[in-house]
């Protein structure tokens, strides 16, 4: 056996990247625990109610759940928003003083149970907007954490039950980010009108003159990226305690452009359909790499993107685009008119005519492997900090049929992009230097 660091996982000298080419892809069905699906994505900021209305307005998310003041919580406000599958939770601190004014304990009427006050206002103060919590459902939660620890996880928050129904637990994931088990002891539905029971106690529904019906067409996480300083070491502790194997991965030869690239791993589960690529930064490039301007500003590892997955990814665009300038979210700029040119050659048999002039209309790259093909846009970071950004994805082909006869697309089908990684880059670079430009221009004078 080699040698190992301090959190238990294998030594990063014995970790070495082949590159996208001579990866070969390996389902060992190694995970550790069952695991179902991604179940919630959590913010920590300071300000949950208009953080959460930004995102509904921009993505087309409906506000459906709240846990606040109104439903007894005086602890943290909360608020849900949801489309499809995939489930935004945004939570703010209220002051401490408040429980404490009651006579009951800083978390007593917490609905995350995790929730603590002074590292919520820390965490703000580090990172700014920013995940916290990358919550997957699993079959047994404190088998997933016993597991988890048991295989060198950072314990962050052991077992809770909620309500007789519900258990959450929590271990470190990179950073200041965790990853929640939920889990049921009665099986939960994905919808109905009270989030208490499929989401999580003590949520109450939003009446409906506090949310307007939004539908972009966003329907679930497709993967949550996270940008790490060392990659071999992050890679190797989130493999160790939970089972995950490696779906594939990327060189700065693969994706770098001559100024910048990253190294990229990314993970995935049995089923493939919680997929957490890390990233981290190359050095000795000609400008410093995107991830640790990242690392900088997010002062540490931290989720870098969330892929949010879209049943139409052209009306996903169109809705989202109106709201650009107007309280929504701004893309990064679109690749230059030969990009679409050469589409047709490479994308021709998948796409339409129509499909690739709408493409090019609304700024969507293409790009495609082995099993299938991918479109995808990026938008520019989505705080005051160049950290956190969202990417709106959808995939073509790769459906398949399961013991039932249903039919399901296979997870990661047309792959992360490797071939739009370079005009992804391009776009960061150029709006870097924008950033830079009046630092440059005015310097600093004794």
């Known amino acids: 056996m080699g040698q190992q660091n ?98 009951l304990g800083p978390t007593a009427t917490a609905s995350i149970p995790t929730f603590d006050h002074s590292a919520s206002r820390a965490f703000s103060a580090s990172h700014g907007l920013a995940v916290r919590s990358i919550a997957i459902e699993v079959e047994d939660a404190e088998i997933a954490f016993s597991n988890s620890v048991a295989n060198g996880a950072k314990p962050s928050s052991p077992p809770v039950l909620l309500d007789n129904r519900v258990v959450l637990a929590e271990v470190q994931l990179y950073g200041d980010v965790v990853l929640r088990y939920i889990s049921y002891k009665v099986p939960s539905q994905r919808s109905g009108p009270n989030p208490d029971y499929w989401f999580l106690p003590n949520f109450e529904p939003m009446d409906e ?4 019906p939004l539908d972009f067409g966003i329907r679930r996480l497709d993967h949550a990226v996270g940008n790490v300083p060392e990659l071999a070491t992050a890679v190797a502790y989130v493999k160790q305690f939970t089972g995950f194997h490696e779906f594939a991965e990327f060189t700065t030869e693969d994706v770098g452009t001559s100024e910048s690239g990253l190294n990229s791993v990314v993970l995935a589960n049995n089923e493939e359909m919680v997929l957490l690529p890390m990233n981290e930064p190359v050095f000795g490039t000609k400008r410093k790499s995107q991830i640790q301007t990242y690392l900088e500003h997010n002062e540490g590892a931290g989720v870098q993107h969330l892929a949010l997955m879209s049943e139409d990814i052209f009306r996903t665009l169109r809705e989202m685009r109106k709201r650009s300038g107007i309280g929504g979210f701004e893309f990064m700029p679109s690749p230059p008119p030969t990009y679409y040119k050469n589409l047709k050659n490479r994308a021709g048999d998948v796409l339409t005519d129509e499909e690739i002039k709408e493409c090019e209309d609304l700024g969507i790259l293409v790009d ?67 950033l830079e430009a009046k630092r440059i221009a005015e310097p600093v004078t004794a």
């Open 6 to 103: 301090d959190n238990g996982a294998p030594a990063a000298t014995e970790f070495k990247l082949k590159g996208f080419n001579n990866f070969v892809r390996t389902n060992l069905r190694s995970d550790r625990f069952s695991v179902k699906r991604f179940h919630h994505i959590e913010f920590w900021c300071t300000d949950a109610i208009n953080t959460a209305r930004r995102f509904s307005w921009g993505l087309g998310m409906q506000l459906v759940a709240k846990s606040d003041l109104s439903t007894g919580n005086l602890t943290h406000a909360s608020y849900l928003l949801r489309s499809g599958d995939l489930c935004f939770l945004f939570t703010a601190p209220y002051s401490p003083s408040i429980a404490a004014g009651e006579n």
């Open 209 to 212: 003159l506090s949310s307007y």
């Open 368 to 434: 495609r492997d082995d099993q299938g093909t991918l479109l995808q846009i990026f938008t520019k970071p989505v705080g005051d900090r160049p950290t956190i950004f969202i990417e709106i994805i959808q995939r073509v082909g790769c459906m398949l049929e399961d013991d039932e006869g249903k039919v399901y697309q296979k997870g990661g089908c047309g792959g992360f992009g490797k071939g739009n990684f370079s005009e992804l880059f391009k776009s960061i670079e150029e709006y870097e230097k924008t």
